[in-house]
C-alpha cells in the first residue's frame, strides 16, 4: 500500500480503531442470527441497535412486513448541518443455523478471521460504529445533512421484510453504499447485477393403476418432463437471462400412474422487461399439453429486481477507483456482483447506488468463510473519504438535500 498521498491522520485513526473492530466483529460472528431463528436474530438487532446508539445515532427498531413479522429492520440516522442525504446499509442474519456459533466461534489465523457470518455481512455490521466514530468525533464533519445506516433480517431469505422499507429509504438519498460483499482481496465495487424469479409448475393428471389399467391413467410425469423439454430453452444469453430447471417430483407410489407433479424454474434476468417475456412464454407453452386431459398451473414468485447497469453508478465506481488508487496505490475494479442482494431495491428508487462497499472477505456461506484483517484499514480509509467527497459534493449530485 502506498500512501504517499493519503491523508496521514485518516490512515492513522483508521490503524488505532482496527482492534475495536476486530472487538466488534468477534462479538458478532459469536451471536447466532440464522435468517429463520427469530429470538437470535431479534437479540442481534438489539446489540446493533446499542452499539449505533452508543456512536450518537438515532435508532428505531421496526418490524419487518409480511411475511417476516416478528424480525426486526434497523433504522439509524444523524443529522448534520450540510446538504448531503448519504445512506449505508447491510444485513445482520446469516444463513447459519442456531448452534453454529458455539460450533465454530471467531478465530483468527494468518490474520484471517473465520467463523459463521464473519464476512457475510457481520464484518460491515462491525465497521459501522467505527467508520461513524472516526468521521464524526475524530474528522469531526458536519457537513451533511443525513447520515442513514439500515439493517436488515432477511437478506439471505430475500429481503420480503424489508424491500419496501429500503426502497422508501433510498428514494430519501442522494446515494446508497451497500455495504455487500466484495471480493477475497477486497478490490471490488459492484456496478450490476442480475434479479431473480421463481416458477412452479404444477401438473394434474388422471391417477390409475400402473400393472391392471395403465392405460387409463394420464401421466402427470411424462406431461413435466413434456413441458420442461419445450421449455429448456426460455433464457437468453444475448439478453443476459438464465432460466434453469432446478427441481421437479411427480407420483406417490410406485405402482400408481402419477397424477401429479411439479417442477421449479429458476430465472435470472438483467432487465426488468425479461419477466413479461418469460411469463407469457411460459403461458404459451402450457396451453400447449402432451395430455388433454392434464390440468396446468403456474405460480409466479418475482424475487430481486435487476441492478441495471446505468451511467450514474459507474461514474459513482470510477470515482472510487480514482480515490483508492492516487491516495493509497490500490487497484479497484468494477465488475457486476455474482448474486442478488438489497442493491437491487435501492436502485429502483435512488439517484445512484453502488454495491460492493463491504469490507471484502471470501468463501460466503461455507464452513471456510472468511475476512481477511488486512482489509480493514484501506477499505476503512475509502469508506471515510467517499463520505467526505460525498458531502462536497464530488461523488455524486447532492439534489435531496
Not at 393428471?205 to 387409463?216: D, F, I, L, N, R
Request: net charge neutral; charged share 25%.
Amino acid at each position: 500500500m502506498q500512501t504517499e498521498k493519503a491523508d496521514k491522520q485518516i490512515l492513522a485513526w483508521c490503524e488505532e480503531g482496527k482492534p475495536a473492530l476486530i472487538k466488534n466483529l468477534e462479538m458478532l460472528t459469536n451471536m447466532d442470527s440464522g435468517s429463520d431463528d427469530y429470538p437470535e436474530l431479534n437479540a442481534k438487532a438489539a446489540v446493533i441497535k446499542e452499539m449505533l446508539e452508543k456512536a450518537g445515532g438515532k435508532v428505531e427498531m421496526l418490524e419487518a412486513a409480511a411475511p417476516r413479522q416478528g424480525t426486526h429492520n434497523l433504522v439509524a440516522t444523524w443529522k448534520g448541518t450540510g446538504k448531503a442525504k448519504i445512506m449505508y446499509m447491510a444485513h445482520y442474519d446469516t444463513v447459519w443455523a442456531k448452534g453454529e456459533a458455539a460450533k465454530r466461534p471467531f478465530t483468527i489465523k494468518d490474520n484471517k478471521a473465520y467463523g459463521p457470518g464473519v464476512n457475510d455481512r457481520q464484518n460491515a455490521i462491525a465497521t459501522f460504529p467505527i467508520f461513524l466514530d472516526i468521521l464524526l468525533n475524530k474528522m469531526k464533519c458536519t457537513d451533511f445533512n443525513t447520515i442513514t445506516i439500515m439493517c436488515n433480517a432477511d437478506e439471505e431469505k430475500g429481503s420480503f421484510g424489508s424491500r419496501d422499507l429500503i426502497m422508501e429509504l433510498s428514494a430519501q438519498h442522494d446515494v446508497v453504499y451497500s455495504a455487500d460483499g466484495s471480493c477475497p482481496d477486497g478490490d471490488e465495487v459492484h456496478t450490476y447485477s442480475r434479479g431473480t424469479a421463481y416458477y412452479d409448475i404444477r401438473i394434474k393428471g388422471v391417477e390409475s393403476h400402473s400393472g391392471s389399467a395403465p392405460e387409463k391413467g394420464r401421466n402427470a410425469g411424462y406431461e413435466l418432463c413434456h413441458q420442461i423439454m419445450k421449455m429448456r430453452n426460455l433464457g437468453d444469453k444475448a439478453k443476459g437471462t438464465d432460466a434453469n430447471w432446478t427441481m421437479g417430483s411427480f407420483g406417490t407410489k410406485s405402482n400408481i400412474i402419477p397424477g401429479i407433479a411439479h417442477g421449479h424454474l429458476n430465472v435470472r434476468i438483467s432487465t426488468k422487461d425479461e419477466w413479461d417475456r418469460i411469463e407469457n412464454d411460459i403461458r404459451k407453452h402450457i396451453a400447449d399439453k402432451l395430455f388433454p386431459e392434464s390440468e396446468i398451473s403456474f405460480e409466479i414468485r418475482r424475487g430481486r429486481p435487476p441492478f441495471e447497469k446505468n451511467a450514474a453508478t459507474d461514474a459513482l465506481a470510477e470515482k472510487l477507483i480514482a480515490l483508492y488508487k492516487n491516495e493509497l496505490g490500490l487497484p479497484l475494479r468494477a465488475v457486476a456482483s455474482g448474486g442478488g442482494n438489497d442493491t437491487s431495491y435501492s436502485f429502483q428508487t435512488a439517484p445512484v447506488a453502488i454495491d460492493g462497499f463491504s469490507m471484502g472477505g471470501s468463501k460466503a456461506h461455507s464452513l471456510d468463510e472468511h475476512y481477511n484483517l488486512d482489509h480493514i484499514v484501506p477499505r476503512l480509509y475509502l469508506w471515510l473519504r467517499t463520505a467526505q467527497e460525498t458531502m462536497r459534493g464530488n461523488m455524486v449530485p447532492l439534489i435531496k438535500g
